[in-house]
């Protein structure tokens, strides 16, 4: 398999609530169904994001946009299923999770290898109570996804799968057995068929999965049968477990490969919509993006601006001051990720009617969580006292070390305010420079008006430390290089007259460009009336 790393914050978009999240526990699980995935529309890798003590894995499967993660074998240890579903959950936000292997049988005069056991429900054999003259079974049985068993109930007439001696595979319902054993031994394997009589079968992370997921999620275990825990285990381990784990992955296929299978939990497929005059993915947010992050990058328009930022912030800090929707932001970020600078970004939005040293208490805060983990508990009284603390923090925490804070969406709007906001900025950024190991941490902040204008005299050494780019709204050959990019993505017939009036009309502005096309695809119409139409709103809109 190829795979393509990329930064989590890169994969932030695809956390919306579609994601289908598909757990392994072995090598050989893993293998088999990274070679079901296909990369993500835009993509030519799956996409491999490392988190915290896991590796997540981003693609599609059949209709479904997925993300994939193994554990380790077990329910209990560090890395097994209880621990790595849990993580996954947090970092995810996935409604949806589906665990997809290999297990025992334990009726070989009945099942064959390859038949797959769907979990009805999941009981933890090993919880028990061990009396002198009896052992009481204490574990909680778990019942799966009503929806999700209901799915794979109704698949069983249209669903094949042929095992390695050529007869049809069987799907089995069951309630299956989980515990921290590796099952290999025909005495043992028949002392908890004759505990659990109404069990087809067993395995080892089923406890984890549903213990991680409780009720907060839907969750469903598929395993197909590699042996049957009788001593032979080894025979022809291999091929057992290759036909085990590709029957499990074609009964997950007939789920996946449907457009409306988990409509009902919220998840909705990725198909095309088809037009007669385009084909348009849903993915429509990747090609006309409002903040980038690394996925994006195919469809970013390099411009003169991103070399002159590159230059200036190898040396200094910079203040980008121009226009809304002239992609200050973007420009920004863009340059950072590439350049792979670590980067703090710190939007000031949210501040909108507070006086300007809650602006700097705001940047203490966002500092302090970033460098710590936690919410700070300081609580300065001062301008003063916020810029001795900030100083502090990133003496402790990035002496020596490279760190670029972004500071944007500045809300102020009278004279008097930028003012005060710009001297004590400048004061911050003079003052960090006195402190021996913090060079290499630089301040860049983007804003609609100069803020060079606000210099005093006596902070003149400002020009020192902080460089200031204007940044104009696009050039027409820049926004050409835009429109041809889109129109070559999602093959739309515009007429040579109506995209130089588009050109001419949006007077340089990407945000204007992007809204354009949104917006037709959005009502789904495809004719010179509704570019017509479209175009004139826009523009009373926009300008």
């Not at 914050?9 to 088999?32: C, F, P, Q, R």
């Not at 085990?244 to 490969?257: G, P, V």
């Not at 009036?501 to 917006?519: A, C, D, H, T, V």
């Given at each position: ?6 930064d ?10 579609d994601?289908?999240?598909l757990?392994?526990?072995t ?9 079901k ?14 988190e915290?003590?896991?590796t ?19 329910s ?6 209880i ?7 947090t ?9 997809i ?13 390859g ?19 009896k052992?009481i ?13 209901n ?8 669903w094949e799968?042929?095992n390695?001696?050529d ?9 299956i057995l989980?515990g921290?054993e590796l099952v290999?031994?025909?005495?043992y ?5 004759l ?5 087809k079968?067993?395995?080892?992370e089923?406890?984890g999965l549903?213990?991680a997921?409780?009720n ?6 598929v395993?197909g049968?590699?042996?049957f825990?009788d ?9 057992n477990q290759k036909v ?5 992955l074609?009964?997950?296929?007939e ?8 409509q ?8 095309n ?6 084909c348009y ?6 090609v006309?993006?409002?903040y980038?992050?690394?996925l994006?990058?195919?469809y970013?328009i ?8 590159n230059?200036y912030v190898?040396q200094?800090?910079?203040w980008?001051?121009?226009p ?12 950072l990720i ?6 703090i ?12 040293e809650?602006?700097?208490?705001e940047?203490?805060?966002?500092i ?28 402790k925490?990035?002496s ?7 500071i ?6 009278s004279?008097e305010e930028?003012?005060?906001?710009c001297?004590?900025?400048?004061s ?7 402190i021996i190991?913090?060079?290499?941490v ?6 609609i008006d100069?803020?060079s204008?606000?210099i005093s005299e006596?902070?003149q050494k ?9 940044l104009?709204y696009?050039?027409k050959?820049?926004?050409i290089l835009?429109?041809d ?10 007429t040579?007259d109506f ?5 001419e ?8 460009i992007k809204?354009?096309f949104r917006?037709?695809y959005t009502l ?6 509704t570019y ?12």
């Amino acid at each position: 398999m190829i795979y393509k790393d990329v930064d989590s914050n890169s994969i932030a978009h695809l956390l919306d609530g579609d994601l289908v999240l598909l757990v392994t526990a072995t090598d050989i699980e893993t293998k088999y169904t990274h070679l079901k995935i296909e990369p993500l529309v835009g993509h030519k890798e799956i996409l491999r994001v490392f988190e915290g003590n896991h590796t997540y894995y981003f693609g599609v499967f059949g209709n479904y946009k997925v993300a994939h993660v193994q554990c380790s074998m077990g329910s209990i240890s560090r890395d097994s299923s209880i621990m790595t579903v849990s993580s996954a959950l947090t970092f995810l936000k996935t409604t949806v999770v589906i665990m997809i292997g290999i297990a025992f049988g334990v009726e070989e005069e009945i099942q064959k290898i390859g038949d797959v056991l769907v979990a009805e429900s999941v009981i933890p054999y090993n919880v028990k109570r061990v009396g002198e003259s009896k052992t009481i079974s204490r574990g909680i049985e778990a019942q799966s996804s009503q929806i999700l068993l209901n799915r794979f109930k109704n698949i069983i007439g249209n669903w094949e799968f042929f095992n390695g001696d050529d007869t049809k595979a069987k799907m089995i319902f069951t309630r299956i057995l989980s515990g921290e054993e590796l099952v290999d031994n025909l005495e043992y394997r028949n002392k908890l068929k004759l505990e659990f009589p109404d069990s087809k079968g067993g395995e080892m992370e089923g406890a984890g999965l549903y213990s991680a997921c409780g009720n907060k999620v839907d969750w469903i275990l598929v395993k197909g049968i590699c042996d049957f825990a009788d001593g032979n285990k080894k025979e022809n381990k291999k091929i057992n477990q290759k036909v085990a784990i590709e029957s499990a992955l074609s009964a997950c296929s007939e789920i996946f490969n449907s457009p409306f299978a988990f409509q009902e939990l919220g998840v909705k497929a990725i198909n095309n919509i088809i037009d007669e005059s385009c084909c348009y993915s849903l993915y429509i947010g990747d090609v006309l993006f409002e903040y980038y992050d690394a996925l994006k990058e195919n469809y970013y328009i390099e411009r003169n601006s991103d070399y002159i930022f590159n230059q200036y912030v190898r040396q200094y800090g910079v203040w980008i001051y121009g226009p809304s929707g002239c992609g200050k932001s973007n420009l920004i970020v863009r340059n950072l990720i590439k350049n792979k600078i670590p980067f703090i970004q710190i939007n000031l939005a949210p501040c909108i009617g507070s006086n300007i040293e809650e602006f700097f208490k705001e940047i203490l805060y966002e500092i302090a969580f970033y460098a710590e983990g936690v919410s700070t508990e300081i609580q300065p009284k001062s301008f003063s006292e916020c810029s001795k603390c900030l100083m502090a923090i990133l003496n402790k925490y990035y002496s020596n070390k490279e760190l670029l804070i972004f500071i944007e969406e500045i809300p102020i709007n009278s004279s008097e305010e930028k003012k005060e906001f710009c001297e004590k900025i400048f004061s911050l950024i003079i003052s960090k420079n006195f402190i021996i190991g913090l060079d290499k941490v630089k301040f860049v902040l983007s804003s609609i008006d100069n803020p060079s204008l606000s210099i005093s005299e006596i902070q003149q050494k400002i020009y020192q430390h902080l460089m200031f780019i204007p940044l104009t709204y696009w050039g027409k050959d820049e926004i050409i290089l835009l429109v041809d990019k889109i129109i070559g993505v999602f093959n739309v017939c515009l007429t040579s007259d109506f995209k130089s009036s588009l050109i001419e009309r949006s007077k340089g502005s990407p945000r204007f460009i992007k809204k354009f096309f949104r917006s037709i695809y959005t009502l789904n119409k495809f004719d010179d009336k509704t570019y017509v139409n479209i175009l004139r709103d826009i523009e009373r809109e926009l300008n």
